[in-house]
């Protein structure tokens, strides 16, 4: 199919997935952001969402995004290492209207995921799978707490000062990866004459940071011990 077989296929295919897992990041912020103005009621979304079926059936298109999308990125970047041959390192300056981002968007890339393993592991394993092996309740220092109780694990994560520090930098690494990959997806759909590139950046820039400060919001304001 054309979508594997040509290089503007692959792209599309990572424009595509990565514009929808933007998608979900924003309604993941804006759940999180629930938390700084309600414990309860961020308890409620957490509930609601739990290990019913259609959060289930969420988390499996959800994990499909994201392993179409970096099986691309790498099957990309070696098609485009192998393109340049041996003129590889002719060239060691950046070209000046490359962002230091879209030169970087691999190893950000991989940031971002060992990000995400280990975000899984402080909350997905303690809540869904907790749920979903039938446990009834994860341990935090001796005291059990409900997997649906997510407003005392995000205190919990947070209380540890090195958590504050890796969900910050990883936060840092995700503004970058988003800030290139935003207009860069909208371009290669095929918005890409001059005026619309300038203001995708603008948009982009704006929107990938109001997402990441709603993010590190949560994160500075539970591991100071604000909430
Ligand atoms: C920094 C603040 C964040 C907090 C407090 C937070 C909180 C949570 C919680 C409580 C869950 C478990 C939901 C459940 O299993 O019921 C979760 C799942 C998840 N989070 Fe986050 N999150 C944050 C940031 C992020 C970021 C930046 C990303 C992605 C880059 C992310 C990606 C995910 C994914 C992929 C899941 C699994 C979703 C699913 O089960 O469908 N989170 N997060």
């Given at each position: 199919m054309w979508l594997n077989n040509s290089s503007i296929g692959r792209k599309l295919v990572?424009?595509?997935?990565?514009?929808?897992?933007i998608l979900f990041l924003?309604?993941?912020?804006?759940?999180?952001?629930?938390?700084?103005?309600?414990?309860?009621g961020y308890n409620m979304v957490c509930e609601f969402l739990g290990a019913n079926w259609y959060a289930v059936v969420a988390t499996m298109g959800l994990a499909a995004l994201f392993v179409i999308h970096i099986v691309y990125a790498f099957w990309l970047t070696l098609q485009n290492y192998k393109a340049r041959g041996n003129d590889r390192y002719a060239v060691t300056d950046r070209p000046k209207s490359v962002e230091w981002s879209s030169q970087n968007m691999l190893v950000l890339g991989?940031?971002?995921?060992?990000?995400?393993?280990?975000?899984?592991v402080h909350f997905w394993s303690k809540m869904m799978l907790v749920e979903l092996t039938n446990g009834k309740e994860f341990?935090?220092?001796?005291?059990?707490?409900?997997?649906?109780?997510?407003?005392?694990?995000?205190?919990?994560?947070?209380?540890?000062?090195?958590n504050v520090v890796l969900y910050l930098i990883w936060i840092a690494a995700i503004w970058f990866h988003l800030n290139h990959g935003f207009w860069s997806a909208f371009?290669?759909?095929?918005?890409?004459?001059?005026?619309?590139?300038?203001?995708?950046?603008t948009i982009s820039l704006w929107?990938?940071?109001?997402?990441?400060?709603?993010?590190?919001?949560?994160?500075i304001l539970f591991g100071a011990g604000i909430l």
């Open positions: 990572m424009s595509v997935t990565g514009l929808a897992l924003t309604f993941h912020m804006a759940m999180n952001l629930v938390a700084l103005f309600s414990v309860e991989v940031i971002v995921l060992l990000g995400i393993g280990l975000h899984l341990v935090i220092n001796g005291n059990a707490i409900s997997p649906t109780d997510g407003a005392a694990l995000i205190r919990y994560t947070f209380s540890q000062w090195y371009q290669t759909i095929g918005w890409n004459n001059k005026v619309w590139q300038s203001r995708l950046q929107y990938t940071t109001i997402l990441c400060l709603g993010f590190a919001a949560v994160v």
